[in-house]
Nanobody, 126 residues
Framework: QVQLVESGGGLVQPGGSLRLSCAASGRTLDYWAIRWFRQAPGKERE????????????DYADAVKGRFTISRDAGKNTVYLQMNSLRPEDAAVYYCAARIQRTADDTCTEGPYNYWGQGTQVTVSS
């Protein structure tokens, strides 16, 4: 079992930055895929960014490329999402999710994801 806890959300002005954290407990996140999703009111959940902790490979949705960065601190068993140049359309509840990395060439955009956090709200408004 893995428990995931997100934090770091809040209210930020357009152009501002936030860093979201996804802290894991119960298992060390070695050779796991971790993905950040977001869901805005009335919209479908979408994948934002992900990382394979086995080889460090990452992926980003086109909407966030160049603005968001995913990273991992193995010592803290935590994955981060640094979000810069935030836009009103980035406002959503952000969730992190985890699954075991299945193969050496596993692509972290593939699901299904088995473990989910409770989400953290990001509001972008002036």
């Amino acid at each position: 079992q893995v428990q995931l806890v997100e934090s770091g959300g809040g209210l930020v002005q357009p152009g501002g930055s936030l860093r979201l954290s996804c802290a894991a407990s119960g298992r060390t996140l070695d050779y796991w895929a971790i993905r950040w999703f977001r869901q805005a009111p009335g919209k479908e959940r979408e994948g934002v960014s992900c990382i394979n902790t086995g080889d460090g490979s990452t992926d980003y949705a086109d909407a966030v490329k160049g603005r968001f960065t995913i990273s991992r601190d193995a010592g803290k068993n935590t994955v981060y999402l640094q979000m810069n140049s935030l836009r009103p359309e980035d406002a959503a509840v952000y969730y992190c999710a985890a699954r075991i990395q299945r193969t050496a060439d596993d692509t972290c955009t593939e699901g299904p994801y088995n473990y989910w956090g409770q989400g953290t709200q990001v509001t972008v408004s002036s």
